[in-house]
C-alpha cells in the first residue's frame, strides 16, 4: 500500500516562493504518474500540476503555468512542487497524489494528507 506524506507548507506573502515536498513509502512509485492538487473550502479539488512515469510530460492548471514546478525523484521515492510568485489565490492545502492507470483528474485516488499554504500580506 503506497503511503504518501507532505511538507513545506508554510504562511508566505505575495510574491514569495516556497517548496513542497511529497515522501512515498510502501512502494516505489517509478511506474506512477503523480500530481499535486489543491483544496479549498467549498470547491472540488484542482488539479495543479501532474507529471507521468518517468517523468517525460508535465501539465499545469492555467493559473499556475510559468510559476510552478513539478519534478520526481524516483530513487529516493520523494516529488516536489517548486512554487514561485505566490499570490493570494494559491491559498489552500496541497497533497499529492498518484495513479498507476493514466494521469487524469480522477485517476489519481491515491494522496496524502496535505499541508497548508497561506498567501497573504
Known amino acids: 500500500q503506497v503511503h504518501l506524506v507532505e511538507s513545506g507548507g508554510a504562511s508566505v506573502q505575495p510574491g514569495d516562493s516556497l517548496s513542497l515536498s511529497c515522501v512515498a513509502s510502501?512502494?516505489?512509485?517509478?511506474?506512477?504518474?503523480l500530481a499535486w492538487f489543491r483544496q479549498t473550502p467549498g470547491k472540488e479539488r484542482e488539479l495543479v500540476a501532474a507529471i507521468t512515469s518517468g517523468g517525460g510530460k508535465t501539465k499545469y492548471a492555467d493559473s499556475v503555468k510559468g510559476r510552478f514546478a513539478i519534478s520526481r525523484n524516483d530513487a529516493q521515492n520523494t516529488y516536489s512542487l517548486q512554487m514561485s510568485d505566490l499570490n493570494p489565490a494559491d491559498t489552500g492545502v496541497y497533497f499529492c497524489?498518484?495513479?498507476?492507470?493514466?494521469?487524469?483528474?480522477?485517476?489519481?485516488?491515491?494522496r496524502g494528507q496535505g499541508t497548508q499554504v497561506t498567501v497573504s500580506s
Open positions: 497524489a498518484a495513479a498507476l492507470t493514466g494521469w487524469g483528474s480522477d485517476e489519481f485516488t491515491t
Open positions: 510502501g512502494r516505489t512509485l517509478v511506474n506512477w504518474h
